[in-house]
C-alpha cells in the first residue's frame, strides 16, 4: 500500500517537474524566436529594400564608352549595392522568351533601349536619397530615362516604421507573458509542497534553510528549460540558414549569442524570482489558511 502511494507521488512529482520545464521552454523559446527576429529585422528590411531595381535607360546615340564610364562610375558610387547592364538585344531576347513571340518580325526594328539595372543601398532608399539619385543621373545628356516604382518604396519605408513600431510593443507584451506564464509554473510546483513547508517551519526550521532547496531545484529546472529552448533555437536557425541563405541570418554570430545566453539567463532568473516569492508567501501564511 505504502509503496503504490509512494510510486503515485513520485509519479506526479515528475509530471510536475515536467510541466514546469516545458512551460518554460516554450516561453523561452517563444522570447527567443522574437529576440532573433528583433536582431535580423533591419536585415530583412534592407534585404526587401535592396530588391527595389532603379533602371536607367539610355539614348540609341549612347557609344559604347558612355556605357562603359556609367558602369564605371556607379562601381565607385557610395549609393549602389550592385549593377547589371543590358543591352537592347538581350532585352529584346527577354521579351520574346516572356511573351512566346518575336515582336521584332512586324515592327522590323528594336525600339528598346540600353539599360543599366541598379540595385541600391538600403540606407539610401527613401523618397529624399532616391529623388537625389534620379537627379544625379537624368544630368547625363546621353540618359533618356530613369525608372523605379515610386509608390513601392514609400510604401515600403512607411510600413517598416510601423512594424517596427509593432515588433516594440509585442516584444513587451511576450517579455510580461513570459515571466507571469514561468511564475505561475513555479507558483503550482512550490503550492504542492506547501505542507512540507510549513512542517519544516513549525520544526524549527529557518527561511532560508526551507527555501534553499526549492531554488536550487527551480533554478535546475529553469536551466533544462532554457538549455531546451537554445537548443531548439540553434534547429530553427540552422533551418532557415539551410533554406534562405540569401538572408544570412547567421552573420551576426555576436548578438545571436547574446540572445541565446540571454535566454538561458532569463529562464534561470525568472524561476529563482518566482520560487523565491511563492515560498516566502506559503512562509508567511498561517496553518489554518493552508486549507
Avoid at 527551480?218 to 532557415?240: C, E, K, P, Q
Amino acid at each position: 500500500m505504502g509503496s503504490s502511494f509512494e510510486k503515485f507521488q513520485k509519479r506526479r512529482l515528475i509530471s510536475s517537474y515536467f510541466s514546469v520545464v516545458l512551460s518554460v521552454f516554450l516561453v523561452l523559446f517563444l522570447l527567443g524566436i522574437l529576440g532573433l527576429f528583433v536582431i535580423n529585422s533591419k536585415k530583412l528590411s534592407d534585404n526587401f529594400k535592396e530588391e527595389i531595381a532603379m533602371t536607367v535607360f539610355f539614348k540609341n546615340e549612347a557609344t559604347d564608352s558612355t556605357m562603359i564610364a556609367f558602369g564605371e562610375e556607379l562601381k565607385t558610387a557610395p549609393f549602389v549595392k550592385s549593377s547589371e547592364y543590358l543591352t537592347k538585344e538581350q532585352a529584346a531576347k527577354m521579351h520574346t522568351d516572356v511573351i512566346g513571340e518575336d515582336f521584332m518580325t512586324f515592327l522590323g526594328a528594336n525600339p528598346l533601349q540600353n539599360s543599366y539595372d541598379i540595385h541600391l543601398k538600403a540606407d539610401y532608399i527613401d523618397r529624399q536619397n532616391i529623388e537625389k539619385i534620379e537627379r544625379r543621373f537624368r544630368a547625363n545628356e546621353m540618359i533618356s530615362d530613369v525608372v523605379y516604382d515610386k509608390q513601392l518604396v514609400n510604401l515600403v519605408n512607411d510600413n517598416i516604421q510601423k512594424i517596427s513600431m509593432w515588433i516594440l510593443i509585442i516584444s513587451g507584451i511576450l517579455a510580461l507573458v513570459a515571466v507571469l506564464l514561468i511564475n505561475s509554473s513555479m507558483r503550482l510546483s512550490i503550492y504542492s509542497n506547501r505542507f512540507i513547508i510549513k512542517t519544516m517551519q513549525m520544526v524549527g526550521a529557518t527561511k532560508s534553510f526551507i527555501r534553499k532547496p526549492f531554488i536550487w531545484k527551480s533554478i535546475r529546472l529553469g536551466f533544462i528549460g532554457g538549455v531546451i529552448a537554445v537548443l531548439a533555437l540553434l534547429g530553427t536557425l540552422y533551418y532557415l540558414d539551410l533554406n534562405y541563405p540569401n538572408l544570412k541570418i547567421t552573420e551576426d554570430q555576436p548578438l545571436i549569442a547574446l540572445v541565446l545566453v540571454g535566454v538561458l539567463v532569463v529562464g534561470i532568473l525568472i524561476s529563482w524570482i518566482s520560487t523565491f516569492f511563492a515560498t516566502q508567501r506559503f512562509l508567511n501564511l498561517r496553518t489554518d489558511d493552508l486549507y
